[in-house]
Nanobody, 115 residues
Framework: QVQFVESGGDLVQPGGSLRLSCAAS????????MGWYRQAPGKQRELVAG???????NYADSVKGRFTISRDNGKNALYLQMNSLKAEDTAVYYC?????????WGQGTQVTVSS
């Protein structure tokens, strides 16, 4: 079955950077548009970045210019480079296909931005 395993979350100070990784299995990864999602406490899960290819990406307005999504189809891997982090970026981050596979949500990786 399809499985996503996220990693790279940490506690970081405002203005800092993190790089998240997602390992995908059980699917032909290169055929799918992928996305990074996040869920903050008390809020709904939201899509923050999506990618079809390196030249076809989209971002939520709240992260545009600070986050960069990328993928390595040879490694079945998805990445999210996060710069200039803010307190409001604090959330659990998940990866999934752009049309999410509900049974494939992973544990996510916690990102906490705090001084």
């Amino acid at each position: 079955q399809v499985q996503f395993v996220e990693s790279g979350g940490d506690l970081v100070q405002p203005g800092g950077s993190l790089r998240l990784s997602c390992a995908a299995s059980g699917m032909i990864f290169r055929l799918y548009a992928m996305g990074w999602y996040r869920q903050a406490p008390g809020k709904q899960r939201e899509l923050v970045a999506g990618i079809i290819s390196d030249t076809r990406t989209n971002y939520a307005d709240s992260v545009k210019g600070r986050f960069t999504i990328s993928r390595d189809n040879g490694k079945n891997a998805l990445y999210l480079q996060m710069n200039s982090l803010k307190a409001e970026d604090t959330a659990v981050y998940y990866c999934n296909t752009k049309s999410p596979i509900q049974s494939a949500w992973g544990q996510g990786t916690q990102v906490t931005v705090s001084s």
